[in-house]
Structure formats: C-alpha cells, structure tokens
C-alpha cells in the first residue's frame, strides 16, 4: 500500500490509442514500446475474424462468433466497438478500467472509427495515428505478410487513402518509414505526456506544499 506522498509522485495510467492502416506497423511499435516501458499494457481486443497463422486467443485478440459479439454490445461490454472489413471488433470495457484505476497506461491498438469512439469518453487520452511513407510501401508489406488474398488487400489499400483524411482529428502522426526512429518518436510522446502539468496536479501541489513547509 502507498502512502499519499507516494501516490501523489506516481505517474498516473493514460489511455493511449494507436490507429493506422493495416501494414503501418502498429502491432511492431506496439510490441517494442511494452518491452521499454514496464508500465504500459497492451489491451487485447475482441473480434469475429478468423485466427490468422500463429494468432492465439488471448494474446492477438478473443476470437469470438458474430453471436457473442452482439450478445456482449447488448451488454455494453466494450469501450468501443466497430465493423471494419465486414467483422466486428471491440475493446472490452472491464479489463482497461481496472489498469487505468490501477495507475496502469494502456494501449489500444484499434481502427479509426473506434478512436473516435473513445476520443468522446476519454478526453485525456493520447491518440495517435501510424502511417507508412507511402501507399507503394504499403503495397509491398502487406503482399510481403503473405497474409491476406489480393482482394482483401485491395480493401485495405483504398481504406488507408480513405482513413487518411482523417487522420487531423489525432494528437500525433508518425511516419513509419524506419522502424527504429518511428518506435522513438512513439516513446517520446509517451514520456513527454507523462510530463504535462494537466496529469500532474497532485504532484505539484505536494511539491508546492514541501517549498511552503521548508519557507517556514
Ligand atoms: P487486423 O484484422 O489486421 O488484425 O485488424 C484490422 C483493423 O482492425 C486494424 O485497423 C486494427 O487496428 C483494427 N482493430 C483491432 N482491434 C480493434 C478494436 O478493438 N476496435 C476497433 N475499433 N478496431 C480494432
């Protein structure tokens, strides 16, 4: 159990939302930015796709029938939730909830249209969009995954043209075109936010309280 001085110098949990087209890198910069921040929980969400090879429940997503699906929407089981390539995909409500009252950041990786969703419950969030340097390069990683037939790629390629326009109602864009730099930008925001004074409040009154004790 922390004592208040303790809580009061904690760094508070943020929600941090990480969109992009399919191909921009996210699930990469996602992974690399868990390993250097400890603190930081990868939110997995749930969806009505098919697993791809070597996606396993739980750990890429909970692979759940359209049925269950809508059965959980009934229930206002999810932060957000959206249709994207004719399957559902969700944010599960309880889990982020209970890091977020832990002091924990959690990072969602979701499309555009859950982002938005999000944006209007959680106004502190840090929302940040991802895209390739160009729609060739695009083009040559997501043939290159081996992941998906020509025409499902086609409906990411047109949809990440789309997306794009919209990508100003974001707090950051970063270019992925060299891994390592796009990972360091993407960490550089998270600690710089950390670090604004609107999520600092009770740190600079305890600071301030100190100054007046030692002033006396
Ligand atoms: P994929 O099928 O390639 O794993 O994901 C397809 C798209 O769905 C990606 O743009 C991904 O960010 C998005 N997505 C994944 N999980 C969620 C989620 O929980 N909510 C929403 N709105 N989109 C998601």
């Known amino acids: 159990m922390l004592n208040s001085k303790e809580e009061s110098m904690k760094d508070k949990g943020i929600l941090i939302v990480l969109s992009g087209p399919s191909g921009a890198g996210k699930g990469t910069i996602c992974d690399a930015l868990r390993k250097r921040m400890p603190n930081l929980v990868y939110s997995v969400s749930m969806t009505t796709r098919a697993p791809r090879v070597g996606e396993q429940e739980g750990v890429n997503y909970f692979f759940r029938s359209k049925e269950e699906f809508e059965k959980l ?8 939730y959206a249709k994207v390539y004719d399957n559902y995909y969700g944010t599960p409500k309880a889990h982020v909830m209970n890091l977020l009252n832990a002091g924990k950041s959690v990072i969602l990786e979701i499309d555009i249209q859950g982002a938005m969703q999000v944006k209007e ?3 502190d969030g840090v929302f940040i969009y991802i895209v390739p340097p160009s729609l ?7 043939r290159d995954r081996g992941t998906d037939a020509d025409d499902v790629i086609n ?5 990440a043209c789309s997306e794009l326009a ?3 109602k974001y707090d950051y864009i970063v270019v992925n075109d060299k891994l390592e730099e796009a990972i360091e930008k993407v960490a550089s925001i998270l600690r710089a936010e950390t670090c604004k004074i609107s999520r600092n409040k009770e740190k600079i009154h305890y600071i301030y309280q100190k100054y007046l004790e030692q002033g006396e």
């Open 73 to 80: 929407i009934q229930e206002d089981a999810f932060i957000e």
């Open 121 to 123: 419950s959680f106004e």
């Open 136 to 142: 060739e390069v695009l083009t040559h990683r997501l």
């Open 155 to 159: 409906k990411r390629l047109s949809l």
């Open 166 to 168: 919209l990508a100003h």
